[in-house]
């Protein structure tokens, strides 16, 4: 059977992991049995998670994932989209996990360190947890410089990220999904973004923008009608 290493479900969704969450959202909807497990990045293979465990194999990130299932099992969550649908669809892939996803690292590791530190390593000892989430911060806070968005100030970062919001609402608008009646992988995508900010506890600028949009929130609750049947 297929196992997905994952965090563990927390702030009331199945993972507070965005790419976690799409990996489920794929192996889902894929209809193939898997079962999770919870794991630690730092024994993953490039010490991140997701990991798709097939056999002895262990795939790490969920663009690999989904490949390895389209090629290994058959599932293609594209399948019926042209080459035009799936370049828009990459288009906007790259907007939610190269743009967003850093200001969602900010409002994250950066501004609200003490819930992301309970979320994500909870299960370590406190000693060693103090240790861990410093060493993991202080990367974060290279990776958001590198990237260039973490030498913005907080406004802007949230100017940023409401406009990506309000980009994906205007592109949704009344669905159900992103390309008509069937979900595809960048809807699997979306909902690991989305359910991240629109369903999550957690209170917060960004938050507060995407729970502002309709389309974004009923977007939500439709994917997880459809996949996980409510």
Same mark, same amino acid.
């Given at each position: 059977?297929?196992?997905?290493?994952?965090?563990?479900?927390?702030?009331?969704?199945?993972?507070?992991?965005?790419?976690?969450?799409?990996?489920?959202?794929?192996?889902?909807?894929?209809?193939?049995?898997?079962?999770?497990?919870?794991?630690?990045?730092?024994?993953?293979?490039?010490?991140?998670?997701?990991?798709?465990?097939?056999?002895?194999?262990?795939?790490?990130?969920?663009?690999?994932?989904?490949?390895?299932?389209? &090629?290994?099992?058959?599932?293609?969550? !594209?399948?019926?989209?042209?080459? *035009? +649908?799936?370049?828009? %669809?990459? #288009?906007? =892939?790259?907007?939610?996990?190269?743009?967003?996803?850093?200001?969602?690292?900010?409002?994250?590791?950066?501004?609200?360190?003490?819930?992301?530190?309970?979320?994500?390593?909870?299960?370590?000892?406190?000693?060693?947890?103090?240790?861990?989430?410093?060493?993991?911060?202080?990367?974060?806070a290279r990776d958001?410089?590198?990237?260039? &968005?973490?030498?913005?100030?907080?406004? !802007?970062?949230?100017?940023?990220? *409401? +406009?990506d919001l309000e %980009?994906? #609402?205007? =592109?949704?608008?009344?669905?159900?999904?992103?390309?008509?009646?069937?979900?595809?992988?960048?809807?699997?995508?979306?909902?690991?973004?989305?359910?991240?900010?629109?369903?999550?506890?957690?209170?917060?600028?960004?938050?507060?923008?995407?729970?502002?949009?309709?389309?974004?929130?009923?977007?939500?609750?439709?994917?997880?009608?459809?996949?996980?049947?409510?």
């Amino acid at each position: 059977m297929l196992v997905l290493e994952t965090f563990p479900p927390a702030l009331g969704i199945l993972s507070p992991s965005q790419f976690c969450l799409k990996a489920d959202a794929l192996l889902t909807l894929s209809g193939l049995p898997f079962a999770r497990e919870t794991a630690l990045p730092q024994k993953a293979p490039l010490g991140k998670l997701p990991v798709l465990r097939d056999g002895a194999e262990r795939l790490a990130d969920s663009v690999r994932i989904e490949r390895h299932l389209r &090629l290994a099992h058959g599932f293609d969550a !594209d399948a019926g989209l042209d080459a *035009r +649908a799936r370049g828009e %669809a990459q #288009a906007y =892939r790259c907007m939610l996990e190269e743009h967003l996803y850093f200001i969602m690292h900010h409002t994250r590791w950066i501004a609200r360190p003490e819930i992301t530190r309970e979320v994500f390593l909870g299960r370590l000892p406190e000693a060693v947890r103090e240790a861990a989430f410093a060493q993991i911060q202080a990367k974060m806070a290279r990776d958001l410089e590198g990237q260039g &968005l973490g030498r913005h100030a907080e406004e !802007d970062l949230l100017a940023f990220g *409401r +406009a990506d919001l309000e %980009a994906l #609402a205007l =592109r949704l608008g009344e669905g159900p999904f992103f390309f008509g009646e069937t979900p595809h992988s960048i809807d699997t995508t979306l909902f690991g973004f989305l359910e991240n900010l629109v369903t999550i506890a957690l209170d917060g600028p960004l938050e507060a923008a995407a729970r502002a949009h309709p389309e974004l929130v009923a977007f939500c609750a439709r994917f997880r009608e459809r996949v996980y049947g409510g």
